[in-house]
């Protein structure tokens, strides 16, 4: 009786001469060892899925990730997986046989090395990754658009071939992308899932390579084999929608981009944040009273009201002017920073800095009611008592003889709140940027503005590593060092995109990858990119529950026209326009 399990398989109708090449690789190859195993446990004729669950009982695979990974697949719609190639088959049953259980509309574009399991060929479309030029491959990989184009689910490996040892990276990678992972995500509404399988071959694996690369073929099958009890761990990242692929991209520029979403699923490229500092949460202290707040805000001098509209009035005033205010600024801005993981701990969030700082913040006309504040540093004249300890962000950050607050006066900003009903408010967020632009109009020898944006520890720490090494540049990160560093490296394979692409275009497809509630960057940088900013550095802020924070600087007057005429008003031209020497 016939092996069931042969290159014959996958051959043409063989002759003599070939029977024997056959009779020869099939040992060579541990095909005869499959097909020992196959015959032993009786897997002949079984359904694809029955085939593959015996097949992975037998090699007693420990895998994880599963949940995980079927819980992200779109039940409906086109769908593109991809995943890289550490082992070089049986991942390819696994990720078939796992998420065919949620989409059985699951097509595998795969090596036609695997047609010798009839079994399970049901699953695949084959071609030949070892000859990409091959004519037989296109009617393959028309079949793949066709299938994504008509709604179906499909799962590739677009390296084409196994993951090898790469000399420069110091570890085990793989090659390019193929391009056709770029076509498919580029097919309206297809969602793409990045998937990253954990693990690799034997040593003897990679050792071969070094002789001659394409001999590493020739253990495959055993590669196969050696995987009993092995742990396999598959990290999937979110969907990740059509739309968010910039349209400007080539296909081979998305397939890098698909690559380098895989990669940032990697299980060794995670952290955990440390344990907070605040173990325990005092009672925020009782609401301050309209009646005592709108006091201290009549008694204001009248060019402290910065701008008024029908619903919300701006100032800025001093704690010596509104300590009531003040501590209603410090009650509220606990509740806030709470909500994102940054508070204090203590009943209200104040230090002595509020104290020294100007204090910028939104009054609902109507109830009062205080809805959102920034806090303001003039640099110059802090220093000019305390020293450089005047500034906040001192603590933060050295900073050196070349940025902005050594060169001349500067507007430090820093503690910002909207109050949660105004969170993702257009009119919140514009309010406060109208009082900066309005306190900016009256001190127009502030020309720089500068401070940190807070990135929650809500946020997954891949996520702020992406955004800093997607924001800071070489030559506005020389201007400043960060006190306290944060202490988890950029990825290699994420460093080899960011050379080819600019990351900060793309923060949202890499975010919506790794975030389970949807967020994006914060809308404050979102704001400052806006306004022209420099991010120069990613520090912890210790004393803010150690808080991750970007420095930033902002020019005022070189920001956009549009932009400074709707923050300052119809003052913008004097501010912009305003020189020293001439208005001295």
Not at 61 to 82: N, Y
Not at 133 to 159: T, W
Not at 281 to 309: F, H, M, R
Request: proline share 5%.
């Amino acid at each position: 009786m016939p092996r069931a399990i042969s290159i014959r398989n996958i051959s043409p109708q063989p002759n003599f001469g070939n029977k024997v090449l056959i009779w020869f690789l099939d040992r060579l190859l541990g095909i005869k060892k499959m097909d020992l195993l196959y015959r032993q446990h009786e897997m002949q004729g079984l359904s694809k899925e029955d085939f593959s669950d015996k097949l992975i009982q037998i090699l007693a695979l420990d895998i994880h990730g599963i949940a995980e990974l079927q819980g992200k697949i779109p039940r409906s719609g086109p769908v593109v997986i991809a995943s890289n190639h550490p082992f070089g088959g049986i991942e390819g049953v696994i990720l078939a046989r796992k998420i065919g259980q949620v989409r059985p509309d699951l097509k595998v574009l795969a090596n036609r090395g695997l047609g010798i399991f009839k079994e399970i060929s049901e699953y695949f479309i084959f071609t030949n990754p070892l000859s990409p030029n091959d004519p037989k491959n296109g009617p393959s990989l028309r079949q793949c658009v066709k299938h994504v184009e008509s709604q179906g689910a499909l799962l590739i490996f677009p390296a084409g071939k196994v993951s090898y040892y790469q000399k420069a990276k110091s570890g085990i990678s793989e090659h390019i992308w193929n391009k056709l992972v770029g076509r498919l995500v580029s097919i309206d509404k297809c969602q793409y899932v990045p998937i990253f399988v954990n693990g690799k071959n034997s040593a003897s694996f990679y050792r071969i390579e070094k002789v001659y690369f394409k001999l590493r073929m020739l253990l495959l099958g055993h590669q196969l084999l050696n995987k009993t009890g092995a742990k396999i761990v598959i990290n999937t990242g979110n969907p990740i929608q059509h739309k968010h692929f910039d349209k400007q991209l080539s296909h081979s520029e998305k397939a890098m981009l698909c690559r380098a979403l895989s990669y940032a699923q990697e299980q060794r490229w995670r952290y955990q944040w440390p344990r907070d500092n605040v173990t325990e949460q005092l009672p925020i202290i009782k609401e301050i009273e309209s009646a005592q707040l709108v006091v201290e805000i009549e008694a204001l001098p009248s060019d402290q009201l910065l701008l008024k509209n029908k619903d919300y009035s701006v100032y800025f005033g001093y704690q010596s002017q509104l300590p009531l205010v003040v501590r209603e600024i410090a009650r509220l801005r606990e509740i806030v920073f709470r909500m994102h993981n940054e508070g204090s701990g203590q009943s209200l969030d104040t230090d002595k800095f509020d104290a020294t700082y100007t204090h910028l913040f939104i009054v609902r006309n109507v109830s009062k009611k205080i809805i959102g504040a920034y806090r303001i540093g003039f640099t110059d004249t802090l220093t000019q008592k305390q020293g450089p300890e005047g500034l906040y962000l001192q603590k933060m950050f050295n900073f050196k003889s070349n940025f902005a607050n050594q060169q001349g006066p500067c507007m430090e900003m820093g503690r910002s709140f909207l109050i949660p009903e105004m969170q993702g408010s257009y009119q919140g967020l514009l309010l406060l940027w109208k009082g900066i632009g309005r306190l900016a109009a009256k001190f127009p020898q502030y020309r720089t503005l500068y401070g940190t944006v807070s990135i929650s520890k809500l946020f997954d720490p891949r996520s702020v590593k992406l955004i800093a090494q997607g924001l800071i540049d070489a030559q506005s990160a020389s201007q400043v060092e960060p006190v306290n560093s944060f202490e988890f490296d950029t990825h290699a394979e994420i460093d080899e995109l960011a050379q080819k692409i600019n990351l900060r275009d793309h923060f949202t497809a890499f975010l919506t990858s790794i975030e389970e509630d949807g967020k994006d960057i914060p809308v404050l940088a979102r704001q400052y990119l806006k306004m022209g900013a420099r991010f120069h550095a990613l520090g912890i802020d210790k004393s803010f529950n150690h808080t991750p924070g970007l420095l930033l600087s902002v020019h005022f007057p070189s920001a956009p026209e549009k932009l400074l005429k709707l923050y300052v008003g119809q003052d913008y031209k004097a501010y912009r326009d305003w020189d020293a020497n001439s208005s001295c």
